[in-house]
């Protein structure tokens, strides 16, 4: 088979021209650096028992900020657990996303066009299909994106939802972020595939491998990848290559299955805020000095969130029967009275 080339805009091994204004690829920069900021932060919330189980974006900052800029405001994201950047960009607060880490109500934002983050595997892909088929048929010029990681391939609800938006050409982005790691499955013992983008030719839809550390060459695979949707040419699946430098969530321990070796390029070279500052420092547009005074900014803009939303009222456990049905079954009315009133309360 055809080798599948890595798409690139920056360094030396680039084969696509960039596209992305300097203004545009500073904004991306800044909101990488506020990504890894608010990661850093809530690692340290969830240590000291504040936040619940949390998954870092550590080391995928680029493929989760470069491709929601790509995205109008129209769009509908449907994210994994771990897009916590690309909800920011896409116009959820902050403040929401540390309210799913602490798992209380109030982490969607009413005028976003974005689901609720997904932490099953990939069972989230079939509702980005069926949201694209919906505003196919409405007529509007918008897509859907779904993020998941390389494991996300490996489960049924991947094939389906692929199979689905190939057959009826829906305007849908399928990005697998494919961090080289499912927990601690290797890639190598998911699939025999020399690659994952190859799989979108089974289905009839466009496969792309993009560089998942290169920002530039991301925001621009997505945007094309939404062009051609709009156009009528269907879905596309982006295998972003990236990698996990942290853990897959807190409650998993890295090293007992990768060492510390591993990660020696993907913190040097290859880390995506390190590739995007040298890059805006070429182009004269970034210093060293702005880089120190950019992240205490972002630490005191996410130190100010976290105030603001533990300064709220204690959470009232009544609020996990909303949002759940239009009109409550009884079995869940009776299980809400007994929580507010006592078991005597729904015999009354």
Request: charged content about 20%; some cysteine; aromatic content about 8%.
């Amino acid at each position: 088979m055809e080798a599948w080339p890595i798409y690139r805009v920056m360094g030396e091994e680039a084969n696509a021209p960039n596209e992305v204004s300097d203004d545009l690829a500073l904004r991306i920069y800044k909101d990488m650096v506020l990504l890894r900021t608010f990661d850093e932060k809530t690692l340290n919330l969830q240590r000291q028992g504040r936040v619940g189980t949390f998954a870092p974006s550590l080391g995928q900052e680029a493929t989760e900020i470069g491709s929601a800029y790509a995205l109008a405001k129209q769009d509908w994201l449907v994210p994994s657990y771990r897009d916590h950047g690309a909800l920011y960009v896409h116009g959820v607060p902050f403040e929401n996303v540390i309210l799913f880490a602490m798992g209380r109500a109030g982490s969607l934002a009413g005028d976003v066009r974005a689901l609720p983050s997904s932490i099953p595997i990939a069972t989230h892909l079939p509702h980005a299909v069926g949201l694209a088929l919906a505003m196919q048929l409405q007529k509007e010029q918008s897509i859907a994106i779904a993020y998941f990681g390389d494991g996300g391939t490996s489960e049924g609800d991947f094939h389906e939802a692929l199979n689905f938006a190939g057959v009826f050409k829906a305007p849908v982005i399928f990005l697998c972020q494919n961090n080289g790691w499912a927990i601690s499955v290797p890639v190598s013992r998911q699939t025999g595939s020399s690659t994952l983008a190859q799989k979108a030719v089974a289905y009839g839809i466009s496969g792309i491998r993009v560089d998942g550390n290169d920002a530039l060459a991301v925001y621009q695979a997505v945007k094309q990848a939404r062009q051609r949707a709009l156009s009528g040419g269907g879905a596309t699946l982006i295998e972003a290559l990236t990698y996990r430098i942290g853990p897959h969530t807190t409650a998993d321990d890295p090293t007992r299955y990768r060492s510390p070796e591993d990660l020696v390029p993907w913190k040097g070279e290859q880390d995506p805020i390190t590739r995007l500052g040298r890059y805006l420092e070429k182009q004269g547009v970034l210093a060293d000095s702005d880089l120190d005074q950019l992240r205490q900014e972002a630490r005191d803009w996410i130190n100010q969130a976290v105030e603001a939303t533990e300064a709220l009222p204690p959470a009232n456990a009544a609020e996990m029967f909303e949002h759940v049905y239009a009109v409550m079954p009884p079995r869940l009315a009776q299980q809400l009275a007994e929580l507010e009133g006592g078991a005597d309360a729904w015999q009354s």
